[in-house]
Every structure is written in C-alpha cells, then in structure tokens.
C-alpha cells in the first residue's frame, strides 16, 4: 500500500530533550516536506526537500532540523524542543509539487513541557 | 509571500443542499490546483486535481478553475454530514505548497 509513515503518532516530552519525528515514503517521491498545524493558522511549512541531499527551509524553520539522505526517509529533528513547539506535525510527499498532489502522513501530535 | 483567500467560515449548510467553497491566488504561479478535505485532528487527503480551464466532476463534488483570474471553486452537490470538515486549497509552486487556513464546513442535518 503507498503510504507516508510517521512515527510516533503521539509524543510528550520536556523541554532541552532532543527528539526526532520519522517520516518514510514507500512511493518513490522526490518531494518530501514537514508542516506544522496550530489552532486558527493552518498548515505552515517547516522544511522541505527536492530530493536527497537538497533540502530547504519554509516558512517556520527556526528550531528544526532535517536531513534526506535517503530519498524514502526525511525525519524532523528537535535539538531542543520548547513549549511553542507543541503542536500537531505532518509529513508529506509528492512526484512534484507543481505538478502533483501531496501524500500526507497520519501525523505527530507533540507536547512539549 | 504567496497568499490564498477563501471564503471566510465558518459555513453552514443543511443537509442536501449545495455547499459552494472558494479560492482566490495572489500570484499566477500556480499551474496545478488541488482541493483538499480534512477532519478535524486528522491529516488533509485529496479530494480533487483540477489543471486546466473550466470544470471537473467527481461524483457529488465539481471544481471549477480560472486561470486568468486565479480562481477555483468546489462545490458539493447533496451535502452530507460526513462533508462536514475543513477545505484547504493550497498555492503551490515547483517548490513550496502554501495553504491557507481553510475554510470550516458544516453539514447540519
């Protein structure tokens, strides 16, 4: 079954403590991205990636980091998560984003205390 | 910064009726445009792709675009409390994807 997995599904922690949020793609997309969605903004961008090795930052990149050395894999790294980094998070892919629709993970709900 | 407007919400509709949703672009770099629904909580799936002029029907749902204007529409033919949810139509470009807020719908039965 084509699908993006995230993993975890739910996650608290404390603030300092580095966590990562996994994201794969079974689809063989070039295009993978990371959103966050907060109450009354949407979905914001965080960082994306054209393909391995080429990523970029969004719209709110600050605190985050990403690497795509596989092009199946793309996690969100937290080196030190804080509390306005609770939030829901979403990782999704696509062939193209011009050209292509997104495939959405189920999503990573975080709270960071 | 790209910006999409939609309809502001929250709308609501009776069962049956037809809900009409829409999307105005603030740039003309969009070539594809898509509509997507998501629950509350839930991730957004796709419900449709439309990229060219004019309309497109899949079962109870029909979008609608304009490029000149940048302009697409949804509408929701025989509403359902199941369509209940929120209506995101994102801007995108060769690299980003850019969604608005969305716009809340209800179905009240």
């Known amino acids: 079954e084509a699908q993006v997995t995230q993993n975890p599904r739910y996650l608290i922690t404390v603030t300092g403590k580095k966590l990562t949020v996994t994201c794969s793609q079974n689809?063989?997309?070039?295009?993978m991205s990371w959103y966050r969605q907060d109450p009354g903004l949407g979905l914001r961008q965080i960082y994306y990636?054209?393909?391995?090795?080429?990523?970029d930052k969004g719209d709110v990149p600050e605190g985050y980091k990403v690497s795509r050395k596989e092009k199946r894999n793309f996690p969100l790294i937290l080196e030190s998560p804080s509390p306005n980094q609770t939030s829901l998070y979403f990782c999704?892919?696509?062939?193209?984003?011009?050209?292509?629709?997104?495939?959405f993970g189920n999503g990573t709900r975080l709270t960071v205390t | 910064q790209k910006e999409v407007e939609q309809n502001s919400g929250p709308l609501s509709v009776p069962e049956g009726a037809i809900a009409s949703l829409n999307c105005t672009y603030s740039d003309r770099v969009s070539q594809s445009f898509f509509w997507y629904r998501q629950y509350s909580g839930k991730s957004p799936e796709l419900i449709m792709s439309?990229?060219?002029?004019g309309d497109k029907e899949d079962g109870r749902f029909t979008a609608q675009l304009n490029k000149a204007s940048q302009y697409v529409s949804l509408l929701i033919r025989d509403s359902q409390p199941s369509d209940s949810a929120t209506y995101l139509c994102p801007e995108t470009s060769y690299d980003k994807v850019i969604f608005g807020p969305g716009t809340s719908l209800s179905v009240i039965p």
């Open positions: 999704a892919s696509s062939t193209g984003t011009g050209i292509s629709p997104l495939h």
């Open positions: 990636s054209m393909n391995v090795e080429v990523t």
């Open positions: 439309i990229y060219s002029n």
């Open positions: 689809m063989n997309h070039e295009y």
